[in-house]
């Protein structure tokens, strides 16, 4: 079955600065990919996804970027903000359902 | 529009009782889902369902039962809790499973 890996686990940046989190996956017919974010206490929210079709997606600060070779995808945020504190989940679609990282906890200090 | 809602919020359960979480939807959506969120380990899928009168089995199924009989409402239970389901519950909808998935606000389940 399809198994998703994400790096780092925890990130710590400077407001301002860059933050990048990466993502493998092992099924080669996966062809959709979520980004979600989860503040502490509530349910993960959806911030970009990206499909199979599409080897980059832009949304103000944040971007996707997705090479189904390699078989990875990555999410990059710019110019960090303390409200982008919190933990941040990539998912495969394997099937019908979603396969989740593990997440990447980012804490951004002003 | 309330969304996803889960009842209960919180509960504590002894070994060997059973309960229902109950997810509630009101944004008409087909698909519905039982994640089950633990220290480390991401989201795990345990039961879902693409409409009503349908269940499937996730990655982590053992243990618990769903039930779709109305598209509004599914419930995941626990026949008999064990120790090791202590874990924050999460419910999800959405329209199809290549779109957005609306999460609720979760219940956290602690079994003595």
């Known amino acids: 079955g399809e198994n998703v890996e994400q790096h780092p686990s925890t990130l710590s940046v400077q407001e301002g600065d860059s933050a990048v989190i990466k993502c493998t996956y092992s099924?080669?017919?996966?062809?959709?990919f979520p980004w979600y974010k989860q503040e502490l206490g509530k349910g993960p929210q959806l911030i970009i996804d990206?499909?199979?079709?599409?080897g980059e997606k832009k949304d103000q600060r944040i971007a996707v970027t997705l090479n189904k070779t390699a078989k990875h995808f990555s999410l990059h945020i710019t110019e960090t903000q303390p409200e982008d504190s919190a933990v941040y989940f990539c998912?495969?679609?394997?099937?019908?359902?979603?396969?989740f990282g593990k997440g990447t906890t980012l804490s951004v200090s002003s | 529009n309330a969304g996803v809602t889960q009842t209960p919020k919180f509960r504590v359960l002894k070994t060997g009782q059973s309960m229902t979480l109950l997810c509630a939807q009101d944004?008409?959506?087909?698909?519905m889902y039982w994640y089950r969120q633990d220290p480390g380990m991401g989201l795990r899928l345990i039961h879902y369902?693409?409409?009503?009168?349908?269940?499937a089995k996730g990655e982590v199924p053992d243990g618990y039962n769903v039930s779709r009989l109305k598209k509004q409402n599914f419930l995941l239970g626990l026949e008999s809790a064990a120790p090791s389901q202590t874990s924050v519950y999460f419910c999800?909808?959405?329209?199809?499973?290549?779109?957005?998935?609306?999460f609720g606000p979760g219940t956290r389940l602690t079994v003595l």
């Open positions: 369902s693409v409409g009503e009168g349908t269940t």
């Open positions: 998912a495969a679609l394997a099937g019908t359902a979603l396969i």
């Open positions: 999800a909808t959405g329209t199809s499973s290549h779109n957005e998935q609306f």
């Open positions: 944004m008409n959506h087909e698909y």
């Open positions: 099924d080669s017919a996966s062809n959709y």
């Open positions: 990206i499909r199979s079709n599409v």
